[in-house]
T-cell receptor, first 115, second 117 residues
């Protein structure tokens, strides 16, 4: 497997524009997570899905943020409208629940810059 | 609720000398603990993890960590640093008994490790 694939790797957009980040989890994994990494706040969990269903979105900062998982192989994180303070690296991770042997695998991240 | 404190934001060592990255955790339940490494412009890679087995955990690239419940610590060590070890290291905690089964990972703020030639 190629691992967790995120696209684009880099995104530069103007304030007010809609931004869509994409993630392809590892095939067969039943959990998908979206994290945001900033200098000020470190790595924060935004939302996670189990079997394509959103379980906990308490980390989503505002209504401008939304995430979907229409099928087991694809998820999106959308920001509309985007603001400069949304600039961060966004990571997607997936895992297959195996009790204590569960391990989350991370994508390489999308570096978002909102100007 | 869980939390993680990485005691040093930056550690600098010379190549060939030991590495110690310190981590203390807080958890309401029996925790799982992890160390992840992030190389520049790369994703996060799991170095090692502690669940409920041996308290001394061996990971990749010669790293080890020891779970000390009495001290609520999970420090990362390596006997001899290599230039390729330069990266950001994250200590992570997760409660093991979450009904949903998902491991909600709580990350520390990270420690940047610099290796001097």
């Amino acid at each position: 497997d190629a691992g967790v694939i995120q696209s684009p790797r880099h995104e530069v957009t103007e304030m007010g524009q809609e931004v869509t980040l994409r993630c392809k989890p590892i095939s067969g994994h039943d959990y998908l997570f979206w994290y945001r990494q900033t200098m000020m706040r470190g790595l924060e969990l935004l939302i996670y899905f189990n079997n394509n269903v959103p379980i906990d979105d308490s980390g989503m900062p505002e209504d401008r943020f939304s995430a979907k998982m229409p099928n087991a192989s694809f998820s999106t994180l959308k920001i509309q409208p985007s603001e400069p303070r949304d600039s961060a690296v966004y990571f997607c991770a997936s895992s297959l629940y195996r009790g204590e042997d569960t391990e989350a695998f991370f994508g390489q991240g999308t570096r978002l810059t909102v100007v | 609720a869980q939390s993680v404190t990485q005691l040093d934001s930056h550690v600098s060592v010379s190549e060939g000398t030991p590495v110690l990255l310190r981590c203390n955790y807080s958890s309401s339940y029996s925790p799982s603990l992890f160390w992840y490494v992030q190389h520049p412009n790369k994703g996060l890679q799991l170095l090692l993890k502690y669940t409920s087995a041996a308290t001394l955990v061996k990971g990749i690239n010669g790293f080890e960590a020891e779970f000390k419940k009495s001290e609520t610590s999970f420090h990362l060590t390596k006997p001899s640093a290599h230039m390729s070890d330069a990266a950001e290291y994250f200590c992570v905690v997760s409660d093991r008994f979450i009904i949903q089964g998902a491991q909600k990972l709580v990350f520390g703020q990270g420690t940047r490790l610099t290796i001097n030639p």
